[in-house]
C-alpha cells in the first residue's frame, strides 16, 4: 500500500490518545492481500496521474479485490483532512490548496479504467469556503465529458462549515448517486465522529432529494463501534425518513491503536437480520455484510437499483 509510516508518524494528532487493544479479526473478516496483473495496472493509473485513493488512504479490506477487477474509488482534493474522526485512517491536519487540476486527472484515469462506474469522494475541506462542493462538480463534468458512458456516485463530507449553497452546486452537477454516510448511531457522534452532527448529516441528504426527486441518495454506518439494535434500527428509520434509497452497513475494523476501539465483532448472521430488517423499512438496495463498505460493489449495486426503478417505472405507465 502506498503508506508505509508508524501509526504515531502517520497520525501525530492523534499521539496523545490512550492506546486501544486491537483484537484478533475472526474467520470471516479475513481478505487476500493484493496483488495480479489488473490491481497493478490500476496502482499504475493512479500514480501516474497522481491520484489518491481512500483505498489505500483508510486501509480498506478490499482494496486487493476491488483493484484486482479495475475498480477503486478516488479521493479528490487532497490527502490531508481537517477533521480528527476517531475510527477514521486518514491524516488530521492543514491541508494544500486545491489543485485545479485534478477534475481533468481523475476523469483521464476513469477513461484509461474504462470503469462503468466510480466513485469519488474527499477528504472534509473545513478550510474551503464552499467545503470543495465545486471541486466535487467540476470533477463530475470532466468525467461526463472524458468518460461520458460511467456512472458517478459521489460520496461526500457533510459541508457543515461551508455556504449555504453548496450542496445545490453539487447536485446541479447531476451525479448519478449521492451518498454520505451517517457513520455510526447518534449517541456515539461525540467519541466516533465529534466533528459532525447526526441531523445535519440527515438533513443534507433529504435537501437533495427535495432539489432532485429522481437522485439516488445512500448512505452507511458501521457496526461493532459499542452501538445496540435497537439504535441501528432507529437510525434506519430515520434514513427512511429522509428518503434515503440506498443502505450500506460494515464491520469497523480499527486502523491501530491509536483510534476508537472495537467494541466486537458483529456476526454474519446478525447482517442478514440488519438486511432483512432495512429491507423491511423500505430501502431499495441494501448491503449489509462484515466487508462491506460504501464503495464495495457500489457498480453492481446502481445497476441493480436503476434495473429496478425503470421497472417500477414500466409497471406505473402500464
Known sequence: MRDLKLPD?????????????????????RVKAPGGKAYAETHR??????????????????????WSQGHATMMIMGEICTRGCTFCNVATGKPNALDTFEPGRVAEAVAKLKLNHVVITSVDRDDVADGGAEHFAQTIRAIRHRAPDTT???????????TPEAIEIVVKARPDVFNHNLETVPALYPT??????????????QRVKEMDP??????GIMVGLGEDRGSVLQVMDDMRAADIDFLTIGQ??????KHHAVDRFVTPDEFKDYEKSAYGKGFHMVSATPLTRSSYHAGDDFARLRTARMAKLGQDKG
Open 152 to 162: 458517478i456516485e459521489i460520496l461526500t463530507p457533510d459541508f457543515l462549515k461551508s
Open 9 to 29: 508518524q502517520r497520525h501525530p494528532e492523534k499521539a496523545h490518545r490512550p492506546d486501544n487493544a486491537q483484537p484478533k479479526k475472526p474467520s470471516w473478516i
Open 192 to 205: 466516533v465522529r465529534p466533528g459532525a452532527r447526526y441531523f445535519h448529516s440527515l438533513r443534507l441528504l
Open 252 to 257: 469497523y475494523l480499527q486502523p491501530t491503536p
Open 45 to 66: 493509473i493512479m500514480r501516474e496521474n497522481k491520484l489518491v485513493t481512500v483505498c489505500e488512504e483508510a486501509g480498506c479490506p478490499n482494496a486487493g479485490e476491488c
Open 214 to 219: 429522481t437522485m439516488f441518495t445512500k448512505s
